[in-house]
């Protein structure tokens, strides 16, 4: 993907400024008219543009020319360690005052975008009030909520072993709610030294003894032996966008198995992609972020070692890696979420808001899947049943083998 990196690019985090600290009603937030009635206006996935609520029209999004940047990772957490000596980065300004009724209300504790709830108008506080780093890029809806819906109803209504009845008695329990999750991306060079063992496959000739058709004989196997050679070298991997999830409000097996998301899409961050749906700040930090992109980078790092190790088998008994040149981006991606209830329980699912990938809990039929299982085992039995009578085992026996000698 196209990369815009400065290594002279200062990281700066943006704060809330200190009338800000000593006033919680005091809060940046936006929200936009339209000209010709003065409704609000929305982000419209299927236009791409702002669409008025009332009268239809449409605007263009306002988008920067500013290049998509990737910020230096160690002098994001060396300057984050000291702005949170000096004030607490969880600290949070709840009270919204809504501008088009004048109501004042919070918004969830994860949340920085949404709507009024007294006059459904759409309200975007800046993320800098609750988090040092403000997100610098996103990718914008393209599916909608009728989309979005269809492809809910098409995934229940596939799920095997599903209970019979899920289809027709599930119900969404909320609405299906459109917010951008924050996630983090980092890019790394690293260089591993790594020892392990390189494992050659031969076989060696073994005699035992059998019984073939009543008879006792003497047959002759091959056996497969491993010779393990000491080995020591260094790949060097480098990464590119790896991809972490920085929401706790979702299990990461769900927004996990949300990708493939085309990144090389992103576009600057602005308000008026987000107005008319939700928004969360990060509850994962970059710090902590990282570390689990560290586990996703050492599984192929792995993979690169035994491809350089070579032979039939591998051992890695050590590796030492090294990152230079981290850098990562704080990006919002969109997702539309809901939840159904079935039998008094509830299950959540989230749609991939670009190109519909689906991830959920659903309920399963202990039914089905016994019946499944019942008839598998059956079809086994009477596979080997008819291989039995047409002597199949018999003709197998001697397959493969040298006889040496019966008696």
Not at 120 to 149: C, D, M, N, W, Y
Not at 218 to 240: C, E, L, S, Y
Not at 380 to 400: H, K, N, R, Y
């Amino acid at each position: 993907m196209s990369r815009f990196f400065d290594k002279d690019t200062r990281f700066t985090p943006l704060v809330a400024d200190e009338k800000q600290k000593e006033d919680s009603h005091v809060i940046t937030q936006a929200n936009f008219i339209c000209k010709n009635c003065g409704s609000d206006l929305v982000y419209s996935p299927i236009s791409q543009d702002l669409l008025c609520r009332n009268c239809g029209n449409h605007y263009p999004v306002d988008t920067s020319e500013e290049p998509i940047r990737e910020y230096d990772f160690k002098q994001a957490v060396h300057e984050l360690a000291r702005l949170r000596h000096n004030a607490p980065e969880e600290k949070r300004i709840s009270v919204i005052h809504c501008p088009s009724c004048g109501a004042e209300f919070s918004f969830k504790k994860t949340e920085h975008a949404g709507e009024c709830p007294y006059c459904a108008t759409p309200v975007i506080a800046g993320t800098a009030e609750a988090r040092f780093i403000i997100p610098r890029s996103l990718l914008p809806f393209r599916i909608e909520k009728k989309q979005a819906s269809k492809i809910f109803d098409e995934w229940i209504g596939s799920r095997w072993f599903a209970p019979s009845s899920l289809k027709d008695h599930s119900k969404r329990d909320e609405k299906l709610v459109g917010i951008y999750l924050p996630y983090w991306t980092y890019d790394s060079q690293t260089y591993n030294q790594y020892r392990g063992q390189r494992g050659i496959t031969y076989y060696d000739r073994q005699v035992y003894t059998t019984v073939v058709n009543g008879r006792r004989v003497q047959q002759v196997r091959m056996v497969p032996r491993i010779r393990w050679t000491p080995v020591a070298g260094q790949v060097n991997v480098h990464f590119d966008d790896v991809l972490i999830g920085a929401t706790k409000t979702l299990p990461r097996t769900i927004i996990d198995h949300l990708q493939p998301w085309d990144l090389e899409n992103l576009v600057p961050y602005s308000e008026q992609y987000i107005s008319g749906f939700r928004s969360e700040i990060y509850q994962v930090t970059v710090d902590q972020g990282f570390l689990q992109a560290e586990n996703v980078m050492e599984r192929k790092i792995h993979q690169r070692i035994r491809y350089d190790i070579g032979g039939d088998h591998q051992r890695i008994s050590a590796v030492n890696t090294d990152h230079e040149n981290t850098t990562f981006k704080h990006v919002l991606l969109p997702v539309w979420s809901a939840a159904f209830k079935y039998n008094g329980k509830t299950y959540r699912y989230v749609i991939n808001g670009r190109n519909g990938t689906i991830q959920g809990e659903r309920p399963y039929s202990v039914i089905k899947i016994a019946v499944a299982v019942i008839t598998a085992i059956a079809f086994m039995l009477a596979l080997l049943f008819v291989m039995e009578q047409q002597g199949v085992f018999d003709a197998g026996a001697s397959t493969g083998y040298i006889r040496i000698n019966n008696y």
